[in-house]
């Protein structure tokens, strides 16, 4: 903590008043406008505004090599770390897609050789897997709750896949 003046509070031997005016660091060290990539905060024309470099850093923060079965609440968190203001969501992964549609992302054709920062799938409901399955790149790779070798987990065949990116990406 920083003080405006020093005091030896061991000095005061009745009760008085102290009044301390504490000075937060940023007050001290203002920071410069960073000049990071162009792509750093996306707005949507619903209002909703993402940072992608915040979201892609928690994505790569995840690395753990096993799911945890929680992929859902993992994209949301790192939604919410972004600045995505999620009141009311989904439980199941499959259900994700109007959710990610009111926070700008769009749905396009998947893309899994070409992702982007960013980028968001949406695996159904098999009858193996009751909640699908959703995750988003990282910029070096798919991460759910966990880091994904590809994109591709299950095993089963025939899986209908759900592909969004932020529309101002387009």
């Known amino acids: 903590m920083v003080y405006d003046q020093p005091m030896d509070m061991s000095a005061i031997h009745a009760p008085a008043q102290a009044n301390i005016i504490l000075r937060s660091q940023a007050e001290q060290n203002p920071k410069k406008p960073s000049t990071g990539s162009i792509h750093k905060a996306v707005s949507s024309s619903n209002g909703h505004r993402i940072n992608i470099e ?34 009311n969501h989904p439980v199941a992964a499959a259900d994700w897609g109007n959710t990610l549609m009111q926070l700008g992302y769009k749905k396009i054709n998947a893309s899994f050789d070409r992702p982007k920062k960013g980028d968001i ?50």
């Not at 995840?62 to 993992?74: D, E, F, L, V």
């Not at 994109?151 to 209908?160: C, G, P």
Request: net charge positive.
């Open 54 to 87: 915040k979201f892609t850093s928690y994505l790569q923060g995840i690395t753990r090599r096993t799911s945890t079965q929680k992929c859902a609440r993992s994209i949301r968190v790192g939604l919410q770390s972004s600045g995505a203001k999620i009141v």
């Open 121 to 170: 799938y949406i695996i159904d409901r098999t009858s193996n897997h009751k909640y699908g399955h959703i995750a988003a790149y990282s910029g070096t790779a798919w991460v759910s709750d966990f880091k994904q070798n590809s994109h591709a987990i299950y095993r089963t065949k025939n899986l209908t896949y759900s592909y969004y990116r932020l529309e101002t990406y387009f």
